[in-house]
């Protein structure tokens, strides 16, 4: 199969492009409106870019009729979020929490988690997560202007909440007690429970 991006529909290039980049971190985002009120929703367009400072960049896309996403009209409006781990015991919810429901309903309400406040940002933490990682917003870059397209929130994280009961003898966090999930193409999701471990070359 070929394809010329500029002759094939935005959809079809969608469903390839998430098939392809696997498996991809879930970032669980918390943010607030400007009355206060909490959005909770998944993002896999995610990853860590740097640790001085730490630096995370998610993408909620511009949705299929070109309107922004609460969490993006909230992150424009206050620039303060919550990233919070999506681990398996969490799945549920997790995916729960992707339902497009009015602006301003809370996904915590639907999903029937719990907060816990935040020291440095507003928005609360996932209380039921282990890991919750505070943080402010530096630059929003939208890339196109479509259906789909993206909109990079590059944000750095000012303070971090770790369960000790993931962390390993050395202090480190252990995958196999974490248990973080990662998402596929279509419905399809991936468990860390099949690990293997390889030393650097030196
Ligand atoms: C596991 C998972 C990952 C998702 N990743 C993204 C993503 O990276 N970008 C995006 O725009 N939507 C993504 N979605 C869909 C959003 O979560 C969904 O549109 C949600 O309603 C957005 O919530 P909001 O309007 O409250 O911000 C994902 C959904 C799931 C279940």
Redesign the pocket.
């Known amino acids: 199969m070929y394809l010329d991006v500029a002759r094939t529909p935005v959809l079809d290039i969608y469903h390839l492009l998430v098939g392809i980049v696997t498996p991809r971190p879930?970032a669980w985002v918390t943010t607030l409106d400007p009355q206060g009120r909490v959005?909770l929703?998944?993002?896999?367009?995610?990853n860590a870019f740097g640790a001085n400072p730490p630096v995370v960049v998610?993408?909620?896309?511009l949705r299929r009729d070109g309107t922004k996403?609460?969490?993006l009209r909230n992150l424009e409006a206050n620039g303060e979020f919550v990233l919070n781990a999506a681990v398996e015991p969490l799945a549920e919810q997790?995916?729960l929490s992707?339902?497009?429901i009015p602006y301003g309903d809370s996904e915590i309400d639907l999903t029937g988690l719990h907060t816990l406040p935040a020291t440095k940002v507003k928005p609360p933490r996932v209380a039921e997560s282990p890991i919750h990682m505070e943080g402010m917003v530096r630059q929003i870059v939208p890339v196109g202007n479509g259906p789909i397209s993206a909109n990079l929130v590059i944000g750095e994280i000012v303070a971090m909440h770790v369960d000790d009961q993931i962390l390993d003898s050395s202090g480190r966090i252990d995958p196999r007690t974490l248990r973080t999930i990662a998402?596929l193409g279509g419905d399809w999701f991936c468990r860390t429970s099949d690990l293997f471990e390889m030393k650097r070359p030196t």
């Open positions: 879930i959005n929703a998944p993002f896999s367009f995610f998610f993408s909620p896309t996403k609460d969490t997790i995916n992707s339902k497009e998402r």
